[in-house]
């Protein structure tokens, strides 16, 4: 059984939107940087739903000359090595969930024949002449812009509203803090199971370290840490941070401290001149449009 772990206000408006997803047929729509658990959200979906498979399609992983045959099969003889038929992708989840990851990857030129699918629920597999019918539950998921890509015209207007039912929002780990302890303790139980090493713990440093760590690689990378932490433990608790990470944490903190100092300089500034903006900005070397902006930034009250 697929679940999400977390107490976050984000993870627990999801398991939320879950819930009510699965009474009914609307598609949905996954969001989120890469590593943030997409498809644990999708495969959550599929375990309310019950029935069928769930089938999961990789759309930057195929060709636009093989989408078709991808997704709807073929026939013995529709071309060269096709030596008996093959069922596709959207028969295989029949009654089930159809996962189209990375849909934000699709070609162009490819995007009408899966909004016809999802228009009409039916389908000729290739080679063929039979029209079938399709029926199974759609969920997407992307880490791209749709709405920017529409704009763009690099993805279709009709096809983005067809696959957007119910958008689901996962934030990137370093939005929700709060779910680090809890996922450093259900990854560190998995793989102290695996590799028999029972009793490991994290210490209370390496923890808040962790919280104050950017987490680019979301939770897919917080779970190689702590296997590679579980596997390399001497000790009973685990204190060891990546140099990689610490340096980031660092670059993290001084370029806070840069921003930290050039508010209390301009706080300073707009206080010696009595809160007037050409003679502070005429000091500080910048436009006045640029003092206006850095006071809205750092909510500096005037």
Same mark, same amino acid.
């Given at each position: 059984m697929f679940s999400l772990t977390g &107490?976050?206000? &984000? /993870? /627990? +408006?999801?398991?939320? =939107?879950?819930?009510?997803?699965?009474?009914? $047929?609307?598609?949905?729509?996954? @969001?989120?940087?890469?590593? @943030?658990?997409?498809?644990?959200v999708a495969r959550s979906i599929y375990s309310k739903k019950g029935s069928g498979e769930f089938v999961a399609v990789n759309c930057s992983a195929i060709p636009k000359e093989l989408v078709e045959s991808e997704l709807?099969?073929?026939? *013995?003889g529709a071309f060269t090595g096709a030596n008996s038929n093959k069922k596709g992708k959207v028969e295989a989840a029949e009654k089930g969930v159809l996962f189209l990851d990375e849909i934000g990857e699709l070609e162009l030129s490819? $995007?009408?024949?899966?909004?016809?699918? =999802?228009?009409?629920?039916?389908? @000729?597999?290739?080679?063929? @002449?039979?029209? !079938?019918?399709? %029926?199974f539950r759609l969920v997407c998921a992307t880490n791209r812009d749709l709405h920017k890509m529409v704009k763009q015209g690099s993805f279709r207007e009709d096809l983005f509203y067809r696959i957007n039912g119910l958008t689901i929002n996962v934030l990137p780990l370093r939005e929700r803090v709060k779910d680090i302890p809890v996922l450093l303790e259900l990854f560190l139980k998995k793989y102290s199971d695996i590799?028999? !090493?029972?009793?490991?713990t994290f210490s209370e440093k390496t923890v808040r370290s962790l919280k104050e760590y950017d987490w680019p690689g979301n939770v897919r990378q917080l779970q190689t840490y702590v296997e590679r932490e579980v596997c390399f433990a %001497?000790?009973?608790? /685990?204190?060891?941070?990546? +140099?990689?990470?610490?340096i980031s944490k660092r &670059?993290?903190?001084r370029t806070f401290d840069l921003k930290q100092i050039e508010k209390e300089t301009i706080i300073r500034c707009m206080k010696? &001149? *009595?809160?007037? /903006?050409?003679?502070?900005?005429?000091? =500080?070397?910048?436009?006045?449009?640029?003092?206006?902006?850095?006071?809205?930034?750092? %909510?500096?009250?005037?």
């Open positions: &107490n976050s206000k &984000n /993870i /627990i +408006d999801i398991k939320r =939107l879950i819930n009510r997803a699965a009474e009914y $047929q609307l598609p949905v729509l996954i @969001t989120g940087e890469c590593g @943030t658990g997409k498809e644990v709807f099969g073929y026939e *013995k490819v $995007q009408p024949k899966l909004l016809r699918l =999802l228009q009409e629920m039916e389908y @000729t597999p290739v080679g063929s @002449t039979k029209i !079938k019918k399709a %029926d590799y028999n !090493k029972k009793g490991l %001497d000790d009973k608790i /685990i204190s060891h941070i990546p +140099d990689s990470m610490l &670059n993290k903190e010696k &001149n *009595k809160n007037n /903006i050409k003679l502070s900005s005429e000091l =500080l070397g910048i436009s006045r449009a640029s003092l206006y902006r850095k006071i809205k930034e750092y %909510d500096i009250e005037v």
